[in-house]
């Protein structure tokens, strides 16, 4: 069965600052992988997708993740924060063998910092 | 285009009452699926429906039900609440129903369980 562990239940960056948010995963066949974003009193909101095209997705507001399967991990990146960044993150894998079953990480709270 | 809206936005019940929340798909989307997000925690697949079909399930107890209609609207049904059900309940449609799709998500529904 496929899982998906956040590293980080909590990450501080100041704004202008890389951020990195972590993700690994575990499946049983090639996943789909996603990141959604959750602002507060929002719905969720998909910031990128892989589908096993290319290895570097690119997303919305600037942001970006890398599919290493070697590792299992698809870590969320951005080269330069902004405070409308501050939410909470989402990793997200769907695998076929669990029948559409799209099993989200615990989440990681972004802070950013003036 | 119509973005997924959910009804009620917030709902109290007691303990061993049935609740139905209701989701509206965005406009050309045959896929509902639904969530069950508690407190401080990622979302959990209940289940999907495409095109009026169950179309795969998470791990959650047959009281918890649900509708696709003709329209692809759904609802969701929970019978003999218990209070560990007190969560935000999310609906996302997608195009089809393929692990792949991108899920657009509603508001959610906030149901209190006492």
């Known amino acids: 069965a496929q899982s998906v562990t956040q590293l980080d239940s909590h990450v501080s960056v100041s704004e202008g600052t890389p951020v990195l948010l972590r993700c690994n995963y575990s499946?049983?066949?090639?996943?789909?992988l996603f990141w959604y974003v959750q602002h507060p009193n929002k719905g969720l909101q998909l910031l990128l997708k892989?589908?096993?095209?290319?290895?570097l997705v690119k997303g919305i507001n600037g942001f970006e993740a890398e599919f290493k399967k070697s590792e299992t991990s698809f870590h969320l990146t951005k080269p330069s924060a902004h405070m409308s960044d501050a939410a909470e993150y989402f990793c997200?894998?769907?695998?076929?063998?669990?029948?559409?079953?799209?099993?989200f990480g615990a989440g990681t709270r972004l802070t950013v910092k003036p | 285009e119509t973005g997924v809206t959910q009804s009620p936005t917030h709902l109290i019940k007691t303990r061993g009452q049935q609740v139905t929340l209701r989701c509206s798909s965005q406009?050309?989307?045959?896929?509902v699926s639904w969530y069950q997000q508690a407190l401080g925690q990622g979302p959990q697949f209940i289940f999907q429906?495409?095109?009026?079909?169950?179309?795969g399930r998470g791990n959650f107890p047959p009281r918890f039900s649900g509708l696709q209609f003709p329209n692809y609207s759904s609802e969701l049904n929970v019978n003999a609440l218990e209070l560990d059900d007190s969560a935000l309940y999310l609906c996302?449609?997608?195009?089809?129903?393929?692990?792949?799709?991108?899920?657009?998500f509603g508001p959610g529904t906030r149901l209190t369980v006492l």
């Open positions: 996302a449609s997608s195009l089809h129903g393929r692990r792949s799709d991108t899920q657009y």
């Open positions: 406009s050309g989307h045959n896929t």
């Open positions: 997200v894998v769907s695998d076929p063998d669990n029948n559409n079953d799209m099993r």
């Open positions: 429906y495409y095109r009026e079909e169950e179309n």
């Open positions: 892989y589908t096993s095209a290319a290895t």
């Open positions: 499946s049983s066949y090639s996943p789909s």
